[in-house]
Nanobody, 117 residues
Framework: QVQLVESGGGLVQAGGSLTLSCAAS?????????MAWYRQAPGKQRELVAT???????NYADSVKGRFTISRDNVKNTVYLQMNSPKPDDTAVYYC??????????WGQGTQVTVSS
C-alpha cells in the first residue's frame, strides 16, 4: 500500500507564504508516477490544485498559476506545495494524492490552510 502524511498547514495572512509537505511511504510507492495536491473548501467539491510526474512535469489549476509551486524529492519520497501570495479564497483542507499504476489512487488525511485577509 501507500501511506501519505501531510504537514505544514495552518493560518497564514493573505500575501504571505506557506509550504505544505507530503511524506509518502509504502512498498508500492516506488512505482508511483503522478502525485498531486487537491483542496476542498467548506460546501464545495474537492478540486485539483496541481500535479507533478516522477520526471518533474507539472500542471496547475488556473486559480493558482503563478502563485503556487509543486515540487517533489524522489529520494525523500516527499512532495511539496509552495503557496505564495495566498488569498482568502485559497482557504481549504489540502489533500495529497498519489496515483499508483495498476493499484489506484491514495489520499492523505488532509491539512487545513486558512488564509486571513
Amino acid at each position: 500500500q501507500v501511506q501519505l502524511v501531510e504537514s505544514g498547514g495552518g493560518l497564514v495572512q493573505a500575501g504571505g507564504s506557506l509550504t505544505l509537505s507530503c511524506a509518502a511511504s509504502g512498498r508500492r510507492f516506488t512505482t508511483t508516477n503522478i502525485m498531486a495536491w487537491y483542496r476542498q473548501a467548506p460546501g464545495k467539491q474537492r478540486e485539483l490544485v496541481a500535479t507533478i510526474t516522477r520526471g518533474g512535469s507539472t500542471n496547475y489549476a488556473d486559480s493558482v498559476k503563478g502563485r503556487f509551486t509543486i515540487s517533489r524529492d524522489n529520494v525523500k519520497n516527499t512532495v511539496y506545495l509552495q503557496m505564495n501570495s495566498p488569498k482568502p479564497d485559497d482557504t481549504a483542507v489540502y489533500y495529497c494524492n498519489a496515483e499508483v499504476p495498476g493499484w489506484g489512487q491514495y489520499w492523505g488525511q488532509g491539512t487545513q490552510v486558512t488564509v486571513s485577509s
